[in-house]
């Protein structure tokens, strides 16, 4: 079954750290651009973090850089990210994604065309 499951989320006091994890059976991925996106309620999904199959190179939108870290770990077969100094407005379901970035003859450094997403987890910065 080609899917991807996330792990790692939870309540956290702000100033607290979790780590998502996303990981990926029945495909390599390795070969895909991956995205952490996000959704809080009445908010449209926002792509919060992403990286690149061979050079790795990353993404963040900037309300989380300096806090954020994503990283793969390909004979895992996984993603993460890592979340430090967690604010209240980072609440929200966080869904991972993996796709291409290739679109209207650019590459992307976030997936554009995504063929696999996550169910979701939910992270809650609250005290």
């Known amino acids: 079954q080609l899917q991807l499951v996330e792990s790692g989320g939870g309540l956290v006091q702000p100033g607290g750290s979790l780590r998502l994890s996303c990981a990926a059976s029945g495909f390599t991925l390795a070969t895909s651009t991956v995205g952490w996106f996000r959704q809080a309620p009445m908010t449209e999904r926002e792509a919060v973090s992403c990286?690149?199959?061979?050079?790795?190179?990353?993404y963040y939108i900037d309300s989380v850089k300096g806090r954020f870290t994503i990283s793969r770990d390909n004979d895992l077969n996984m993603v993460y990210l890592q979340m430090n100094n967690l604010k209240p407005e980072d609440t929200g379901v966080y869904y991972c994604a993996a796709g291409t970035a290739y679109a209207d003859g650019y590459y992307y450094t976030c997936p554009q065309t995504i063929n696999y997403w996550g169910q979701g987890a939910q992270v809650t910065v609250s005290s």
């Open positions: 990286i690149t199959p061979s050079d790795g190179v990353t």
